[in-house]
């Protein structure tokens, strides 16, 4: 072992630039590596924050279930927080006319 350890010192010490390129290289690429996962981490984050925001944050549901059944899952121990939540449907909130989509561009179904 020894033996290895003089042969590479002595390359190190003889091929100076090809040895800093190598080191250089090196960290180039464990900051790449670094910096992807980084990204997909904060781009998972911010999806989860977003679901979160659209449609609130809960690890189960229960849909269309009867009104016996909602108050079995209010009352279970096995929850520890429980909300009961319906959906209404949509509404108009502001009807534009023609002449209004055309001036500002948007697309009118």
Sequence with gaps: MKHFNEISYKYLKSQKKRSML???G???SVALFTSIGTLINSF??????????AVGSYH???KDIS???V??????T????TAVVGMEGTGLIHEVSSEEAEKTGELRY
């Design 78 to 81: 096995a929850f520890k927080n």
């Design 26 to 28: 090196i960290i180039l």
């Design 44 to 53: 998972r984050e911010n999806e989860i924050r977003n679901v979160i925001e």
């Design 71 to 76: 108050k079995q899952v209010l009352n279970h």
């Design 22 to 24: 190598t080191v250089a």
């Design 67 to 69: 009104g016996d059944k």
């Design 60 to 62: 189960f549901n229960f």
